[in-house]
Every structure is written in C-alpha cells, then in structure tokens.
C-alpha cells in the first residue's frame, strides 16, 4: 500500500528538454513533476540505465562522446527511496569535436623586464608613497581610509603587507549600521539572504584590517557556493566564516589550503547540499563534487604545457569514491555515514597508488604537479594582475610547497610584497570587482546602508555575494565592466549619495556655500570622496565643467556638488585600482 501511494504522488517529472549541449557535455533541465509530495533527489537515466542522482533540477553529463546519440529521462525519488514516473525522454545528439590543425612552429615571446623602480613603478624596499598605500589598500582590501594614508606613507611595504597578514580584525563603531527596508536592524540569519549580504558588506566595510575579508572573498569565487538552489542564509553564513577562518592569519598564522580543502569535503554543509555530496553513496556514487574539486578548485583542466589532461574521467569516477558516506543532518551539521561509505581499498588516482578515504583523497589531488601553479595563478590574477615572470612563479611555487605545507601566509605575503603589484601605479591597470568598488565607495562616501538598495545594485553588476552565477564563480577580469554594469556602477554612487544625504534615518543634506569657486566646490567634493586617484586629464574635464555649471539657487549649488562626486567615484577613473 505504501509502495502504491507513493508511486502515485511521484509523477513524472515534468518540460525536461536539454539546456547546452558541446561534443564533450550534455545539460539537461526539467520542471518538478506535479503534486504535492516532491522528490528528495532525481535520478538520471541514460539509454535505460540510471547513471547519476542530483537534488537540483538540472545535470551535466560529462561522459558523452561526440557524434553519438543518447536518450535522457529524469524520474524523481521520493521517501524510503521509492521512485516515481520516468519523465518523456528527450534524444540529444552530441556534436563532433572540432578538428583542430597541428601546431605550428612554437612562438617565442620576449622575457618580461623585471620591475624597477621608476616611472609608473616602483621597488618594495623603500619607504611608501600615499599612492603606493592607496594600491596596497585596493588590491587587499577595499580602499583606504585618509587616516589609513598617513598612517602607513613613509613606512615599508614590508610593514604594511605583515600587519595585514597578522592582524585580527576589529570593526569601526558606527552610528549608521545597516537597516531593513522599514528601518529595523538587520537580523542576517532570520530575514534571509538580502540581510546576509548587508552583514558581510558591513563587516568589510567597518573592519581596520581589510585584509581577512578581501583573501574571503577570493575564497568565495574560488570554493563558489550559491545561495540560488535554496541554502539557507544560516548555512552561507557558516560557510562564509569558514573561508575566513583561514583568510585571518593573526589567529590562524598556519593557515593551509590542504585544511580547507579536507573541511569544504568533508565538513561544509553548504557545499555538501550545492555539490550533491550528500547524494554521493557507495553503489551510485554521484560525481559533481568530484569533479569540480579537481578542475574548478585544485588543478584546472589542462596541465602546466596547455595540451596534457590533468585527470581523467576515471581518475574522477575514483575520487567520487572516497568522497561518499557524507551527509547532512536535520541540524544542517555533516556527519559521516559508514554504511554509505565505499570502503574499497583498491581506489587509483593518476595512476598511483591505491588509497581508501577522502583525506587520502584530497592529499593525492593536492600532491599533483598542476595544483600548486594553478592556485598561484589565480591569486597572482586576483590581487596583482598582468602576467607572471616564471622566475616569480616559481619562487611563490617553491614558497607554498616547501615541506609539503601549503600554507597560505607565507604565499600571499609573497605575492603582496612583489614589487610588479605596484606597476603602472600613475595610471591603475585593474578593474576593481563589483564586491570591491562597492565596498570601497561606502568606505570614501562613509555611506549607510537600508534596505536592499546596495545588494540590488550589486546584483546589476553582476556580483552578489552569496550568488555566484554557478560553481565556477564569477568570471572576473575584463568581463566585470560591460554594457550591462557600467549604469548600475554609476546608480552606485547616486543611491549612496541618496542615502547619505537624504535617505537614512538622521541624515542631513551637504553644505550650501554660496559664493563658493570652481576650485572651491571641486575641493570639497574631492575630500568628501576620500581624495580618489584621478587623471590628470579627468580633473581638467570636471573643473571646466563646473566652472560653467549654473549655481545660481541652492538646489544648483547642490547638484553641482551632487555631479562632481559622483563623477569622481563613478566615472572611468573610479573603476580601476
């Protein structure tokens, strides 16, 4: 009776149709079936024989072969594993791999000059100028404070990279914390995800040493987690104070990857619950986890030479292996289930030698020539942009895995200290990531936040915190500035501008100075901006501009003022660091 009951609240799964197709992948969609009752998980099958499980409702299958065809169906599985109606099936076939023609003769490329110092750049070994603080200050954190100039110029950059990287953070008093829509105090965990974006937005902002969040926030694209699917914001905010547990070198000075790599295995709930962990059981071993551990989080693809695979789909099938018995209970705590669990002995990754248990596991991964190269590139790329010397990578190389440690410290005060961080520092060469631009401009405006204001603008800039676009996280680089985020960088500062002088409880409208010059005006928008880097050709354009913009009434004064500011944090100049 209960077997018939069951089957008929489980219909089928309902509009599966495929979502993107390569000569590599398949990517299947569907809509859950009808009724009541839905499925715990789904179960993939393929040519009649089930070949994965899920709980979202959506699978890639990365094992096709191109130029053939393959039926797909979706059935939902329901309580005590009882499973309901196949879905109506949908016949994909898989394009051919592009023929790509043999290499030609390799191209040599020219040795890069290492950074001296001089114009646009300069050495790390002398004292700071208040632009070389201002560089340091973007690149590890989200911009400086003026007390935060005078404080370090004329010091070390040695002094200031150390005191970051040994400094707990403490946050800023403030009349102005963050208010729901309604002028209550946000409750991040109650009031959901719009509320945990404001809590950490906040903390970045307020907190004196920047650097524990910014190194988080790398974290986040890195180990990408979602709250899109349905996480709770509880269970974001955990996995958020996670990442920074081994960003805050000053209570955790021997930070490793190789630590956070075993805890976001084996111990995340939030990235159990977005990576089907928890669907991971010995007899159905479920690979997403596996996979993506391997290509988006340790090794990458391909190999140092660009053409060798890293792994391959046998080397994934392996680690899924180690990787089951993992669950989530009704607290949201992982546990370990030993009756899931694949105890085979007889597991191989790369062709080495047999292991057993995911730590084993992660310790094989990480023992991979690729890994430590292809992290040292992405946190070369984060925080200092253009390329880098082999010399250099192999120093920072040498430095990460010396006695086989992994240690982040030691690494990232490598790569802050390397004296390229501050080339062409009289004209900046990186976009400043939505997450870091908005930040920064609350910091140089002294901005309040209410209500989802600032988390909607992030989302037209495309980076939400919280909700990366999927599991690789946010592209970056070039793609944060396009056609589709530059007006909402520019709302930016207008909606702070709003809410500064307007919008929050108590605030108060900018001063009215009639009489005051073209100068005078400019001056002052300058250093309610926090003295912002700014061309010289930009400050030509925006001073003829006020000097013919009407100041006739107050409400003109005012806006003139409104203009120069958000022009100076706003404009071209503001996007770079």
Request: net charge positive; with cysteine; aromatic share 10%.
């Amino acid at each position: 009776m209960l077997t018939a009951t069951i089957a008929r609240q489980l219909s089928a799964p309902r509009s599966l149709k495929k979502s993107k197709v390569t000569s590599s992948s398949v990517t299947i969609v569907w809509s859950a079936p009808k009724g009541k009752t839905k499925p715990k998980s789904y179960a993939i099958v393929r040519d009649g024989k089930q070949i994965a499980t899920t709980k979202h409702r959506s699978y890639t299958d990365h094992t096709v072969k191109g130029g053939k065809t393959y039926r797909y169906s979706v059935r939902g599985i329901g309580p005590h594993r009882k499973r309901g109606k196949l879905a109506q099936p949908v016949k994909i076939k898989v394009p051919k791999a592009a023929v790509i023609p043999p290499p030609g003769p390799p191209t040599i490329t020219p040795p890069i000059a290492p950074v001296v110092p001089g114009p646009g750049t300069t050495g790390v070994d002398r004292p700071m100028s208040a632009a070389m603080v201002e560089r340091l200050y973007w690149r590890a954190g989200f911009g400086p404070l003026p007390a935060e100039k005078d404080k370090w110029a004329g010091k070390s950059v040695y002094e200031l990279v150390d005191w970051m990287l040994e400094t707990v953070p403490t946050l800023a008093p403030t009349s102005t914390l963050p208010l729901n829509i309604v002028g209550n105090a946000i409750d991040p965990v109650g009031d959901g995800p719009e509320d945990a974006v404001m809590e950490w937005l906040d903390t970045m902002q307020r907190a004196d040493n920047p650097f524990p969040d910014r190194l988080t926030l790398f974290l986040h694209r890195h180990f990408a987690v979602s709250a899109d699917i349905g996480i709770a914001s509880e269970y974001m905010i955990e996995y958020r104070n996670r990442l920074r547990k081994y960003a805050t070198f000053g209570s955790n000075p021997g930070a490793s990857f190789r630590d956070l790599a075993v805890e976001m295995t084996t111990a995340d709930n939030a990235m159990n619950v977005f990576l089907d962990i928890a669907s991971n059981e010995q007899g159905a071993p479920n690979e997403n986890y596996a996979r993506e551990f391997m290509e988006l989080f340790c090794l990458g693809i391909k190999g140092v030479d660009g053409m060798t695979n890293n792994y391959s789909q046998t080397d994934v099938q392996q680690l899924a292996r180690a990787f089951t018995g993992w669950r989530v209970d009704a607290n949201g705590d992982v546990y370990f289930q030993q009756d899931r669990f694949d105890p085979g002995t007889d597991k191989v990754l790369f062709g080495g030698a047999p292991f057993t248990t995911a730590v084993q596991g992660v310790d094989k991964v990480l023992a991979h020539p690729s890994h430590a190269q292809f992290l040292i590139r992405k946190l070369w790329t984060e925080f200092v942009g253009g390329p880098i010397t082999q010399s250099t990578l192999d120093a920072l190389v040498s430095t990460y895995t010396a006695d086989n440690a992994l240690k982040l410290k030691p690494l990232m005060r490598g790569i802050l200290t390397d004296p390229q961080i501050f080339a062409s520092i009289d004209e900046p060469n990186m976009i400043k990531q939505p997450t870091v631009y908005t930040v920064g401009c609350l910091r140089q405006m002294n901005a309040p936040m209410l209500g989802r204001y600032v988390t909607d603008l992030l989302d037209g800039m495309e980076q939400k915190p919280y909700h990366p676009p999927n599991v690789a996280g946010w592209e970056g680089g070039l793609s944060w500035l396009n056609s589709n985020t530059a007006q909402a960088r520019f709302d930016l500062i207008v909606m702070l501008q709003y809410l500064k002088y307007i919008g929050y409880p108590g605030s108060t409208l900018p001063a009215d100075i009639p009489g005051e010059t073209a100068q005078q005006v400019f001056d002052r928008a300058y250093a309610a901006s926090n003295n912002p880097w700014m061309s010289a050709g930009s400050r030509n354009v925006l001073l003829q501009w006020v000097n013919s913009a009407p100041a006739t009434s107050v409400n003109e004064r005012r806006q003139r003022f409104y203009n120069l500011q958000a022009l100076m944090l706003g404009g071209p100049d503001g996007q770079v660091m």
